[in-house]
């Protein structure tokens, strides 16, 4: 029997005002019903986190990481089921799906032991100043198809324990995590605290318009991100966005380009290259160039592209045919501007397979190196000049990652320090830790999540000051 999803609303796992289907993307073919909802169960659910908002933020901090401690640790027990489903909603292969799932928990425990501290500013005669944190009210999460459960995690973790109430809505092509942790929050968490509503991209304007949401974290394309910020603009209200972006990586002239290649092979098409920070235009010094080439071509070609819940896969289909149409689109541009060396066609099968895709000798002005292709194609592209190459890769409206691959740590790391965006590491990609905080600059973001500094974007900071009577 098909496995029947359910809303979470004011504690209640109820049935949606319509259904739609959700498609398994190593198919095409809808594999269940995801219930959704209208704007009348939109507004249940923000009264409830509103009501649930009073007696969660008189909580102690203690309390609520205990209560965010069992939400990780009864994902962990669950961990296998979570997995299978994310993999046939999503599609990535299964140990990534896994890898995904024990991320939620990391995070999740990561913030149970960041208390927002009490600042004392000042403590003079007569004269004492403290900065206390204080929650914001109730959060609107939404959250993107790539990684719909560790990117609410992302989210989850530091507003429940700063002491918000969450409104979650999650990417319509993959709902059903999300609805499947709802069933954790019920078990666990008070009711109100978090509510789960699914839509078909029509609701989402409908949260951050709406007068009683103090936040809204969102992690999604930059085009709604713009919205997202408007949206937030006629009540001042709080906002995250964390958005796309088209992060270079840049390989310095003293590597082996062996070692280069299989590392920024893993850092393009890890979950079909369907992953924000993802490599998505690599510069390879003329020197090089062609032993790359060859090299990242050859690894390409030994993909195992299938149905990620197959054992052995290795890069799964496209999330959603919207997506798998615009990745065919870019790929077909790039054959008349430059050359195919692996991939280069979907599969001619049933679902959204597009094999690892190489493509070199593009000239910059691509759509395939100017557009965040968000897929499984990568452009290589030549340099000579490391001034020239760091004038290439900020020549972009996002900033949000890079990689410098260098065997002078200390070279790489200057050069490092001259790319504009949130994040460069230098020889490793994809190193998110919970306790780091992660930003975008330019259109890649606004404010910020993850670290003591993500924690704070939760709450307000209250400054009293106080002084003696006269
Ligand atoms: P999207 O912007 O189409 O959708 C994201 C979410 O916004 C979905 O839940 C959608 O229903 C909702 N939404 C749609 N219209 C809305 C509106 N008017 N107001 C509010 N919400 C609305 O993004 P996507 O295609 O699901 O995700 C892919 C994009 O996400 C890529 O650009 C990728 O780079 C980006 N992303 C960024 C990060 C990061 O941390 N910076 C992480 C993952 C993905």
Redesign the pocket.
């Known amino acids: 029997m098909e496995q029947e999803f359910k809303l979470l609303i004011d504690g209640q796992a109820v049935a949606g005002a319509s259904s739609f289907d959700v498609v398994n993307p190593a198919t095409g073919r809808a594999f269940a019903s995801c219930p959704k909802a209208d704007i009348t169960q939109l507004n249940q659910a923000v009264a409830a986190a509103r009501a649930a908002f009073r007696s969660w933020s008189a909580t102690s901090f203690e309390d609520r990481a205990n209560m965010v401690e069992c939400l990780a640790a009864a994902l962990e027990e669950r961990a296998a089921e979570f997995a299978s489903l994310l993999t046939t909603e999503q599609g990535k292969p299964l140990d990534q799906a896994i890898g995904e799932v024990i991320g939620c928990t990391y995070v999740l425990r990561a913030f149970c032991s960041m208390e927002p501290q009490t600042k004392v500013l000042r403590n003079e005669a007569g004269n004492q100043v403290i900065e206390h944190r204080t929650p914001l009210g109730v959060v609107a999460a ?6 719909p459960l560790v ?1 609410l995690m992302n989210k989850m973790g530091p507003a429940l324990v700063t002491g918000n109430t969450m409104v979650v ?4 092509t993959t709902p059903l995590t999300t609805l499947l942790f709802g069933e954790i929050c019920q078990a666990v968490l008070p009711a109100g605290v978090v509510n789960i509503i699914c ?1 078909q ?1 029509d609701l ?2 409908e ?2 318009a709406h007068p009683d949401i103090a936040k809204i974290a ?8 713009k ?2 910020m408007a ?1 937030a603009a006629a009540m001042v209200k709080r906002v995250t966005l ?4 088209n992060d270079a990586a840049i390989v310095l002239d003293d590597v082996d380009p062996k070692v280069a290649a299989r590392k920024i092979y893993d850092g393009a098409m890890t979950n079909a290259g369907q ?3 993802a490599i998505k235009r690599a510069y390879v010094p003329s020197s090089i160039y062609d032993d790359f080439c060859e090299e990242i071509a050859r690894i390409a070609s030994e993909a195992i592209v299938d149905d990620g819940a197959k054992q052995g896969t290795t890069v799964g289909p496209v999330q959603n045919k919207m ?1 798998f149409d615009k990745v065919c689109a870019l790929i077909e541009d790039a054959k008349q501007r430059g050359r195919i060396i692996a991939g280069g066609a979907p599969l001619d099968r049933e679902g959204f397979f597009i094999p690892p895709t190489i493509v070199r000798d593009l000239p910059e002005d691509a759509p395939l190196v100017r557009e ?1 292709q ?1 897929g499984p194609v990568l452009p290589v592209l030549k340099y000579d000049d490391v001034d020239d190459v760091v004038a290439r890769a900020n020549d972009s409206e996002f900033g ?1 990652g890079g990689t410098i691959w260098g065997k002078d740590v200390s070279r790489a790391t200057d050069i490092a320090k001259r790319i504009d965006t949130g994040t460069v590491w230098v020889n490793q990609h994809l190193a998110i830790d919970p306790t780091i905080p ?1 930003r ?1 600059s330019k259109q ?2 606004f404010g910020g ?1 993850l670290g003591e500094a993500g924690l704070e974007e939760y709450t307000q900071a209250h400054i009293i000051n106080a002084v003696a009577l006269a």
């Open positions: 939404i959250t993107p198809w790539n990684f990117l809505k999650p990417a319509p839509d991209n989402g304007a949260l951050t969102f992690t999604g394309s930059t085009a709604t991100g919205k997202v949206s964390e958005l796309g972006g992953i924000c920070v997506q965040e968000f949000l992660f975008g890649s973001g999540e």
